[in-house]
């Protein structure tokens, strides 16, 4: 029999083949460009022939997040548009952390990634698509070291000043798949709850932050290694010109809330990260984001409040991080919200797990958690 074909010379691509024999092939993770950081993969596999692949990505010990690795399965795609999960274990004995993926498929090409792709493409057709839409202007922050725009959608005739960002981390495509997700809601004029919050709202939305690190096939870094969500207390045109564009844009309207979209690796749940710790924290000004967390929590059964991270102590907040730097840059209700790379555990889906889908109707009940935040606390 002959061998299976992989490469990943495309939008996103990443992996590094070692050995292929027959079906079989032995892989390694890449290294974000200039950077430590390794975690990402998307290729894809040719010539299967009807046989059943056995996949080993070997290294993975000294990956960005070993804790990502168990009860993770990586997602499979025939088709590139429906994305389920081929069944995959994780041996840390074996080869420095080995993940074996066996997945058969019904014709001879398939592609494999860490989580569901958000191509380039499909970033551009989503701008045009809303920027087309009535009432919706686009602007072009800045632009990245690749020539890449930065760009910000604008909508609503509110004096709220809301932003939506995503994808610092661009190998966390789930937050590019739930701003898809909050634009089909904003921009659809049928929509009520779309309707509502523009009255009340001016949104500024940048669906992508890191378009270099996206085409690059990177999980955390943009073009010169450098991560984004530590650059937001000295943002610079040598390092972060992506993070001092969308910084100076929010100097000019102000913030009152902002929501920064990411992924978590290792938890396998949903959930929310606050500004405990800033220099200006107030039980006040925390409340704000707790009375929203509350709201968000009773509305959807996706997110809950029992698993996430370790809150900083008084004074010891990270103020490179964006929503520690929003929050007391601007008294902001500022928050990071975390969606699995595995699945939520509480509501596994076997077939999909945390999937595109479920990032757009979580994007919906965010927004519809803002409303009725917005509106509790007129009342
Ligand atoms: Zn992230």
Known sequence: MSNIIIDSR???GSIDVMTVHQASAMLRLKHDKDSEFKQWFHFRVANCGGRELV?????LNDSAYPA???DYNACVSE???????????FDKDEEGGTLTIRYTPTGDLVWFAYFAPFSTDRHHDLIAECASAEGVSHRKLGETFD???IDCLGLGEGETQVWLYGRQHPGESMAEWWMEGALQVLCDPSDTLGRALRQKCRFNIVPNCNPDGSTRGHLRTNAKGVNLNREWAEPSAERSPEVLA????????GVHFAMDVHGDEAIDAVFLAGYEGIPSWSDEHGERFYRYQRILERRSPDFQTAKGYPKS??????LTISTNQVAERYAATAMTLEMPFKDNADYPDELQGWSPDRCKMLARECLGALLEWLESDEG
């Open 10 to 12: 495309f939008d996103s």
């Open 55 to 59: 996949l080993k990505i070997v290294g």
């Open 68 to 70: 990502g690795w168990p």
């Open 79 to 89: 088709d590139r548009d429906f994305w389920g999960r081929a069944t995959s274990s």
């Open 147 to 149: 020539g890449q725009s």
């Open 246 to 253: 969308i910084r100076n844009a929010m100097d000019e309207t």
């Open 313 to 318: 102590g008084p004074g010891q907040a990270n």
